[in-house]
């Protein structure tokens, strides 16, 4: 299998993330890792999706370009598997001509595109940029997602009440109204909240709950 001459200057090159490449086509499986440790990715080639699966690790930012049509597992079943693990892993499957009703399928299942071979580059290498810095972003609102769900986890049971309350929009009078609680006490809970979740403002403190996806 070979690949008509490209522009690769017209490609931001992604040094972070991997990309899986599964397929039990040999020649498939070399050319494609040249052409992308050529534009610096760390590539994992597999010629079966048991073996994928062996090996997949869930904490790698990367993209898996999964053929359909194999031995054993086809892509379809890793797909299936990789549902059943939560895996959040964006995966292009690369398919032939009589492949394509199998990859609608695959995209209503959350399949992030489909590539029939064989594999025009000037798609390929756009495709994969984006989608591992998509990945990349993910995993950083998913780190801050659970920082601040620590963070709000640690608030007392009566700071919980008043912070439902600065959410609603409630002054610390009405808050002390509606918990028979003094003002003071009130302020004293409030600092105690912006301490606990490192926040210098009530605009910084609802990042906080709205990262976290607390319902209040």
């Not at 609608?104 to 984006?130: M, W, Y």
């Amino acid at each position: 299998m070979s690949f008509p001459a490209f522009n690769f200057d017209n490609i931001r090159k992604e040094p972070l993330g991997t990309v899986y490449l599964v397929d039990d086509d040999a020649d498939v499986r070399d050319s494609l890792r040249r052409l992308l440790e050529s534009q610096d990715y760390r590539v994992e080639a597999y010629d079966s999706g048991e073996a994928f699966i062996a090996k997949y690790d869930p904490n790698a930012i990367a993209v898996l370009l999964l053929d359909q049509r194999m031995p054993g597992m086809p892509g379809t079943e890793v797909q299936d598997h990789l549902i059943a693990r939560k895996a959040t892993i964006p995966i292009v499957f690369l398919t032939g001509h009589g492949d394509v009703p199998m990859a609608v399928s695959a995209l209503k299942k959350g399949a992030a595109d489909f590539l029939q071979k064989p594999v025009k580059i000037e798609i390929l290498l756009p495709l994969i940029s984006r989608l591992l810095s998509e990945a990349r972003e993910q995993r950083v609102k998913s780190e801050r997602q659970s920082l601040n769900e620590a963070m709000l986890s640690k608030l007392t049971p009566r700071e919980q009440q008043v912070l439902e309350r600065i959410v609603a929009g409630r002054l610390n009078k009405q808050i002390a109204d509606d918990l028979g609680i003094s003002i003071k006490t009130v302020e004293a809970h409030r600092a105690s909240i912006m301490d606990k979740t490192n926040s210098g403002t009530v605009a910084d403190l609802m990042r906080v709950v709205m990262s976290a996806n607390k319902q209040i």
